[in-house]
């Protein structure tokens, strides 16, 4: 066999033990194999090999890392931790400390435990200090002396061990053919249980025995401790055939029984069967029952400096993908299935037709070649003391279900490796001695095995141990004595912890109950509306010590009330009494808190811890109605979105309170109430809103939610944003409704009274129309006085739903290359109604030469938002901003109709010439306009010539420039021609010679 074929640390791990001169056990090599989380169960026997081997050796800095330089001194407060390095592969498997003093040399596992503590796997305390483990993780040295070197043995991967086999260990012979899949395999020289059992039986009873620990104790005295451990009823008999059963179903999560405690192990009822069976294991007897220890018997001496290495092949169970097949093993598979009598073979072709009920695993086997390093040089040393402290303080306990009553402490287990064997507790009182360990059955002679609840939540590991105390009896001290154990059978020596019982416990508490009850009371007005009960519940103790109770005192809101009396009776039966006390004065909508307290005081005047209850009383009465104002409340314009919005404001809203946002359209009102729902739109809507007000508003059963929630009121003010479908001429009736609120322990907050919704009047909300009426048409001409009169008309143009009232128009001026959007306003008219259309003139001052564009767009009349006449009295429900605060909503201006164009002459401009010393002519022209931006000014035309005159330039003029020189021009003649800003040119003007 290769040692590359071992099993590594994950998927099993081997402890070995050479125990001697131990007076509780016998002498002898004690073996131990552990399968790994990742597999469920044994698969079968497991076949234990000698092995020869050859083994490499290293010191000092090659063989280890020290967390200190050697040589270090150790002390109880300075442990030496050592890690054997691993070259290329190699395998420390033996160490050995040379140093001096009082040391304990321990193997760790690779891996920490829950607290950040080592777990200890093997370990020796007298020279030569050489132990051995394959699962070697690290090197703790604790105690007191000096550590000078270190000294490792490995394996190489590739090195070939001879083996021998030396025995075979398997479950008890009535398991086999107990489970309907498949047989465990079966064959060879195996060795019984009771065999395994018998060969290390300890000298005398464990130390948590019911019984004196130095009463005679015969070795058939374990088998039937360990046989009553593992057939009491959901143990670990029950956990086999379970764990067996959930395996052949391809179970992942094995469930094995739903209570919360298995029989006498502390076992929860979730936890997979693998957990389950090693925790139980935590008992040497048990362990050997489940073949998972065993006694080698065989002499082991001969090997290298007293080394020892064993291979324990154990097959395990798991849950692999579909369709993957369990592999044999090779050469280690050969030697197990011959050991077996092809006991193997059988299993893997057993396993094979098992059904997968889910399709998504399949039970399969592994072989595992478990190995087990040994050191002969030195016997192993025994468990390490525990410290042991207090944990918390003593406190007072009533069983009323087992009729015992006492006090408990919780003792906290610590130690430099984890305590990961079992625990002995023995209780020692002034006059007795007894187990703190669950009896198992009926029977006093046997009790369960302990673990020290590892791993632990936090912090140390932890028991709890109970002191019973009688009725009428004194609690007194009593010391706890802990011995901590291991997998060998070997304990500890004794830890003592003395403690005494808590002080006198204080009188049991109160339990208190407090509700409402509404009664009659006035409509409004500051009230009382009901009463609140008190329920006050008094359960006595028990408790060993307790001074009877005399009374209970109870307050309100901090206010003292007479107290309550108990009676003898009490004190047994306990008490429930009722009190009731006037809700305080409230107004509609209001709550109020009220606290009630209660204690119990006691005949030498121990007080119990204070009992609290807190109730709620909220006003049930109705609301009154928020004011609202006959105003329509304008929208935002409508835009590209699709809605408006409009910001309500209520006020007078109760403080904690909040305000419910209702809503329903004009025309389902409309429906409701049995009014028209058609052609009513041309109506004007403050008319519409009057008509509805006067009917009501309509039921609640037209009214939708405009929010989800109540808006929360702040400082009597609640504030909120409403959105709406833009482009309706419906009007929004929108009701306000306050509500009040509390909000219980839970932060659930609830509504205690609100405003009906029949007390209410609604808010007519309008979104400002988008409508424009139909282009208009413009006219423009000038008179003689040089005036511009421009009319406009806008025909089909309906202003009934607006109030009757006039449209207006607007005039623009053209402003070529830009949008109409941006042309100037000029004037602004209002227009008068003329048959079917609606007419307006008005007259513009005249610019001379200049060419006008003018266009107009015309508007409805802005729509009223209070009815001709009514009185805007201010209301409780505002709508804040510019638009709400004026009289109307105005409409939005029409698209720009066609232009009118104008081209408005003046005088003609008159020409003056002279001829320049030079004999150039010098051009003046006079009563020129002023030039304008946007529009083309005067120009003079230059002609000249011999016999005929030619266009020679073109000068542009306006009133700062009004000349020009040009020439001279010797023997020619010259005439200028005018062009107004609209293309006419005037006569010629000849030039002097």
Not at 63 to 73: C, I, K, Q, T, W
């Amino acid at each position: 066999m290769l040692v590359s074929e071992f099993a590594n640390p994950v998927q099993a791990v081997g402890q070995g033990a050479n125990v001697v001169g131990d007076d509780r056990i016998p002498d002898g090599v004690q073996w131990r194999a552990s399968l790994g989380r990742g597999f469920l169960l044994p698969a079968g026997p497991v076949v234990l090999h000698r092995c020869l081997f050859e083994a490499g050796e290293l010191h000092g800095d090659t063989a280890a890392v020290s967390s200190r330089p050697l040589p270090a001194e150790v002390t109880p407060r300075s442990p030496l931790a050592l890690f054997p390095i691993r070259w290329s592969g190699r395998r420390p498997c033996w160490v050995e400390v040379v140093g001096d003093g009082r040391l304990r040399v321990a193997i760790t596992a690779p891996s920490m435990g829950p607290s950040r503590q080592p777990v200890e796997l093997a370990a020796v305390d007298e020279p030569p200090y050489r132990v051995g483990s394959f699962a070697m993780g690290g090197v703790l040295v604790t105690g007191e002396g000096r550590v000078d070197d270190i000294r490792v043995w490995f394996l190489d991967p590739d090195t070939v061990v001879e083996t021998t086999r030396v025995g075979i260990d398997a479950l008890p012979d009535d398991y086999l053919g107990a489970f309907t899949a498949y047989a465990l395999p079966n064959g060879g020289d195996q060795e019984s249980w009771k065999d395994r059992i018998l060969a290390a039986a300890p000298a005398a009873a464990v130390p948590y025995a019911p019984v004196p620990p130095d009463a005679p104790y015969r070795p058939d005295f374990e088998l039937a401790r360990v046989n009553r451990l593992v057939r009491a009823e959901a143990s670990v008999d029950a956990w086999v055939r379970r764990a067996y059963d959930a395996a052949d179903a391809s179970r992942d999560d094995l469930v094995i029984v739903a209570e919360p405690e298995l029989g006498p192990h502390p076992v929860r009822g979730r936890h997979r069967a693998s957990e389950s069976l090693a925790m139980a294991a935590i008992d040497p007897g048990v362990s050997r029952w489940l073949a998972r220890t065993g006694t080698v018997r065989v002499d082991l001496s001969g090997g290298p400096d007293d080394l020892a290495l064993l291979v324990a092949q154990a097959p395990g169970l798991f849950h692999g993908p579909p369709g993957e097949r369990s592999d044999f093993g090779g050469e280690p598979g050969r030697l197990y299935n011959e050991a077996l009598d092809r006991g193997w073979r059988e299993l893997l072709d057993n396993i094979e037709d098992i059904p997968d009920p889910s399709g998504e695993r399949t039970l399969q086997a592994k072989l595992l070649n478990v190995p087990i390093a040994i050191s002969l040089a030195t016997p192993a040393a025994r468990p390490a003391p525990l410290e042991l402290t207090r944990s918390g303080d003593p406190s007072w306990y009533a069983d009323a279900a087992a009729g015992e009553t006492g006090w408990r402490q919780s003792i906290a287990l610590r130690g430099v490796a984890a305590p990961v064997g079992p625990v002995s507790l023995e209780q020692v009182g002034p006059d007795q001695r007894r187990t703190l360990h669950p009896l198992v059955g009926d029977d006093s002679d046997v009790a369960a095995p302990m673990s020290a609840a590892w791993p632990p939540k936090q912090g140390a590991p932890t028991v709890t141990a109970t002191v019973p105390v009688a009725a009428g009896d004194e609690a007194s001290e009593v010391t706890w004595r802990v011995h901590a154990g291991d997998w060998t059978g070997r304990w500890s020596d004794p830890v003592e912890l003395t403690g005494g019982p808590p002080p006198r416990p204080t009188p049991g508490g109160c339990t208190l109950e407090a509700w409402y009850t509404p009664g009659s009371s006035p409509p409004t007005g500051l009230a009382s509306t009901g009463d609140v009960r008190l329920s006050i519940r008094f359960e006595p103790t028990g408790l060993p010590g307790s001074v009877p109770v005399d009374r209970i005192q109870w307050t309100v809101d901090g206010v003292s009330e007479d107290p309550i009396e108990l009676t003898a009776m009490h004190q047994v039966d306990g008490l429930r009494a009722f009190r009731d006390v006037p809700a305080p004065e409230t107004s509609p909508g209001e709550s109020k808190t009220i606290r009630f307290t209660a204690v119990a005081i006691d005949l030498d005047g121990g007080r119990s811890s204070e009992a609290s209850v807190t109730v709620v009383v909220a006003d049930p009465r109705p609301l009154p109605a928020l004011r609202i104002g006959p105003r329509l409340m304008p929208t935002s314009r409508p835009t590209a979105d699709p809605e408006v919005s409009i910001t309500l404001t209520a006020s007078g809203v109760p403080e904690g309170g909040a305000v419910r946002f209702l809503f329903a359209n004009e025309t389902a009102v409309r429906a409701a109430l049995g009014l028209p729902t058609q052609g009513f739109r041309t109506t004007p809507r403050y008319e519409r809103a009057e008509t509805l007000r006067q009917a009501g508003g309509g039921p609640q059963r037209a009214y939708s939610a405009a929010l989800p929630d109540p808006v929360r009121a702040v400082g009597g003010r609640a504030t909120a944003t409403l959105r709406f479908p833009a482009g309706s001429n419906d009007l929004i009736l929108v009701r306000a409704l306050p509500v009040a609120t509390t909000t219980d322990a839970a932060g659930i907050v609830k509504e205690t009274a609100s405003t009906p919704f029949a007390a209410t009047q609604p808010a007519f909300v309008a979104v400002p129309t988008s409508d424009a009426p139909a282009l208009p048409r413009i006219s423009a001409s000038a008179t003689p006085s040089g005036r511009i009169t421009v009319d406009v008309a806008a025909p089909h143009v309906s202003t009934a739903r607006f109030g009757g009232g006039p449209p207006e128009a607007r005039i623009v001026q053209v402003v070529e290359d830009m949008p109409p959007a941006f042309w100037p306003e000029v004037a602004a008219l209002v227009l008068a109604r003329r048959g079917d259309e609606w007419t307006g003139r008005l007259t513009l001052p005249a610019v001379e030469w200049a060419r006008v564009g003018l266009a107009a767009s015309v508007r409805f009349p802005a729509e009223p938002l209070l009815a001709p006449g009514a009185v805007a009295s201010p209301g409780d429900l505002i709508a804040p901003g510019p638009a709400s605060a004026g009289s109307a909503m105005r409409a939005p201006w029409g698209p720009v109709g066609a232009p009118a164009w104008l081209e408005l002459r003046g005088r003609a401009p008159r020409v003056d010439a002279a001829i320049e010393a030079d004999g150039s002519w010098r051009v003046e022209v006079r009563d020129l306009p002023p030039a304008r931006d946007g529009s083309p000014g005067f120009a003079a035309e230059l002609y000249r010539g011999t016999s005929a005159l030619i266009l020679d330039s073109v000068h542009a003029l306006d009133a700062t420039i009004p000349s020009f020189t040009v020439g001279p021009f010797p023997g020619q003649e010259g005439g200028v021609v005018l062009v107004d800003p609209f293309g006419g040119r005037s006569a010629v003007f000849e030039l002097p010679a």
